[in-house]
C-alpha cells in the first residue's frame, strides 16, 4: 500500500506575539518593528484651551494641576495673555511652535507635554497629530484637551462690545455717529422686531433682537466720549441690574407676590418712590405713535384710580382717542390690533392683485 507524505508545512507565529510586533531581535539578528498601539512609554500632550472672555491668570484646578506636573510647557504666541501669570505661578514657559512629529518626539520616555494653545485652537498641530496616528508608523502618545476656562452664559457679549470699540475707532461711518444720527436706527430696529414677533419668524426674531442689542451697544460706545457725563456699557448694565433687583423684591428680598397683580403692585409702588412724579403723565414719551400714546395715558389714569372724562370735540382724532381707552379698558393693545387689521387688509390687497 502506498502512502502519501504531507508536504513540509511553515509554522504559523504565535499570535500572541507577532515577530512584527515584539520588538524583539529575531534569530536572522533583525529588529522588528514598534508596535504603534503601545504608549507605556509615549508619554502624553495635553492641549490647554482658554477663553479670552475669562480674566487671565483664572484657570480650572485641574489646568493647575497639569501645568504644575507637566515635563514642559509650550506656547506658539509669545504675546499669550496667560503667559505672564503662568510664569508669576512659577511654571516655566517655552515659547515654541513644534511640528507634530517634534512632538510626539518630546514625549518620548513618558514625559507629559503641556500646550497651552493660541485663540485658534492650534489647527496645524491637531491636524498634524491626526495624521500621523492614522499612519499606524509612530507610537503616538496619550493625547487630552483641556479646557483651563469657559465662557458662562452672556460670554459673546463681550465680543461685542470688543468689536464695537473697533468698528467706533477704524469706520469712517461709525466713527462720526452721534446719539442723534443713531436716533432713527434705534426706532426702525425696535419696529422691526415687533414684525418680527407678530409674524412668529423665529430667525428673523433672533436677528432683530441683535440688532437692538447693537443699538444698545453703539450709543453706549458714543457715551463714553462725552467730555461732561461719560458712561461706559458697564454703567448701562449696572444700572438695569439695579432697577430689577430693585423693583423685584419678592425675587431678591422679603416681600412676597403670588399673582402677576401682586407683581405689578410692587413694581408700581417701587418706580413711584423712585421717580417721585407730580402727575401720572410724566415719562409718558408723546413721541410714541398716536394709538399707543392714548393707550398708555389710559392706562394711567386707570391705574392711579382718576375719573378724567374724554374731552367732547369732533373729528377723527377724538374717535380715534375714545376707541384706544375703549380698547385698554378691555385689555385690548390698540395698536397691536390696528397692526394685525392692517396685514390683513395687507393680504386683501396681494391677493386682489392676484399675488
Not at 318 to 331: D, I, K, N
Amino acid at each position: 500500500m502506498n502512502t502519501t507524505r504531507p508536504e513540509p508545512t511553515t509554522p504559523e507565529p504565535s499570535p500572541a506575539a507577532p515577530a512584527s510586533q515584539t520588538g524583539q531581535t529575531s534569530q536572522t539578528g533583525r529588529t522588528s518593528q514598534t508596535d504603534p498601539s503601545d504608549r507605556s512609554d509615549a508619554g502624553r500632550v495635553v492641549l490647554l484651551t482658554t477663553s479670552h472672555r475669562v480674566a487671565p491668570g483664572l484657570l480650572s484646578w485641574p489646568a493647575w494641576q497639569a501645568l504644575r506636573a507637566a515635563d514642559r510647557v509650550l506656547c506658539a504666541d509669545g504675546a499669550h495673555p496667560q503667559l505672564p501669570y503662568l510664569r508669576e505661578a512659577g511654571t516655566a514657559v517655552d515659547e515654541a511652535a513644534p511640528t507634530a512629529e517634534e512632538l510626539v518626539a518630546a514625549c518620548a520616555g513618558g514625559r507629559t507635554v503641556v500646550v497651552v494653545a493660541t485663540g485658534e485652537g492650534e489647527p496645524a498641530l491637531t491636524d498634524g497629530l491626526a495624521r500621523l496616528a492614522g499612519s499606524g508608523r509612530v507610537r503616538m502618545p496619550e493625547l487630552e484637551l483641556l479646557p483651563a476656562s469657559y465662557d458662562l452664559p452672556g460670554a459673546r457679549l463681550l465680543d461685542l462690545v470688543q468689536v464695537m470699540d473697533r468698528i467706533r475707532a477704524e469706520c469712517p461711518w461709525s466713527s462720526l455717529k452721534t446719539h442723534e444720527g443713531l436716533a432713527k436706527y434705534a426706532i426702525e430696529e425696535a419696529y422691526e422686531l415687533v414684525e418680527a414677533i407678530e409674524a412668529g419668524d423665529r430667525d428673523e426674531l433672533r436677528e432683530e433682537l441683535g440688532d437692538v442689542l447693537l443699538q444698545v451697544v453703539f450709543h453706549a460706545r458714543i457715551a463714553e466720549e462725552d467730555p461732561d457725563a461719560p458712561f461706559s456699557i458697564d454703567d448701562v448694565a449696572g444700572g438695569i441690574v439695579a432697577k430689577l433687583v430693585h423693583r423685584h423684591p419678592h425675587v431678591f428680598g422679603d416681600e412676597t407676590a403670588s399673582t402677576p397683580e401682586e407683581v405689578k403692585e410692587h413694581w408700581l409702588r417701587t418706580k413711584a418712590i423712585e421717580k417721585q412724579r407730580e402727575s401720572v403723565t410724566d415719562g409718558v414719551p408723546l413721541a410714541q405713535p398716536g394709538l399707543a400714546l392714548a393707550a398708555k395715558l389710559a392706562s394711567r389714569v386707570r391705574t392711579a384710580g382718576l375719573d378724567v372724562p374724554l374731552p367732547q370735540e369732533q373729528g377723527i382724532g377724538y374717535q380715534l382717542l375714545a376707541l384706544a381707552v375703549h380698547a385698554e379698558a378691555e385689555g385690548v393693545d390698540p395698536e397691536a390690533a390696528l397692526r394685525a387689521a392692517a396685514r390683513a387688509y395687507r393680504d386683501a390687497i396681494r391677493r386682489t392683485e392676484g399675488h
